[in-house]
């Protein structure tokens, strides 16, 4: 880890690096362990200006909703006959602080340059981090979307979570299996059985 930060930090000098130091670990920060409910595993940072802060497929207030987190508003509309224009902004806020941790497997990013830090080590530190969350709570729900994501399958002991997959939300695989996996509202039909506070998505 010192190692992984060592790097960022010289990168930093002299290349644009998202998210900003202080929102690396925001996930973290905003969705302590003991609270964790749900998890969902995303790739890398949003890699264009000041998109990213953090979370996993989130933005921050005012900017664009990038076009996989649109899929993910579809899916949820969908799964709620909310109305098509319910969502305004990509800041997931909200479902952070009700325990999703929006975990990039990633955790920074070089500007205009996506995938840009894969090899710097960060997923052996966030594989470290699903293992944790297994092996310390139980009956979380891992929402697990693409191959890279179903990949950390591996990691998690399906005993005692449940696993839910489908394919990236992005528009290339959208129609492969996210839309209608209705994932969102199995998680809450889940959580409810688990006598939990359901998401307000």
């Known amino acids: 880890m010192l ?9 930093r000098v002299s290349k644009i690096i998202y998210p900003p130091k202080e929102d690396v670990f925001s996930a973290f920060h905003l969705t ?4 964790i409910k749900v998890v969902i595993i995303g790739q890398d940072p949003y890699y264009n200006i000041n998109q990213a802060h953090g ?17 993910i508003y579809r899916e949820i509309t969908n799964n709620f006959n909310f109305p098509n224009d319910y969502y305004s902004h990509g ?8 325990g999703v941790f929006l975990l990039n497997s990633i955790l920074t990013v070089e500007s205009g340059k996506p995938r840009s830090h894969v090899k710097l080590g960060w997923e052996q530190f966030t594989n470290q981090v699903i293992v944790y969350i297994s092996t310390f709570l139980s009956n979380v729900i891992f929402l697990l979307w693409g191959r890279d994501a179903q990949q950390k399958k591996d990691f998690i002991n399906c005993h005692k979570h449940i696993v839910l997959c489908a394919s990236h939300p992005s528009p290339l695989a959208v129609y492969r299996s996210f839309f209608g996996c209705r994932h969102f509202i199995k998680t809450n039909s889940i959580l409810f059985e688990q006598k939990k506070n359901v998401i307000f998505w």
């Open 55 to 71: 979370l996993a497929f989130s933005v921050k207030f005012g900017f664009n909703i990038p076009p996989s987190l649109k899929n």
């Open 32 to 35: 302590p362990f003991q609270s």
């Open 91 to 98: 800041c997931l806020l909200r479902w952070a602080r009700q």
């Open 3 to 11: 190692t992984i930060l060592q790097q960022v930090s010289r990168e």
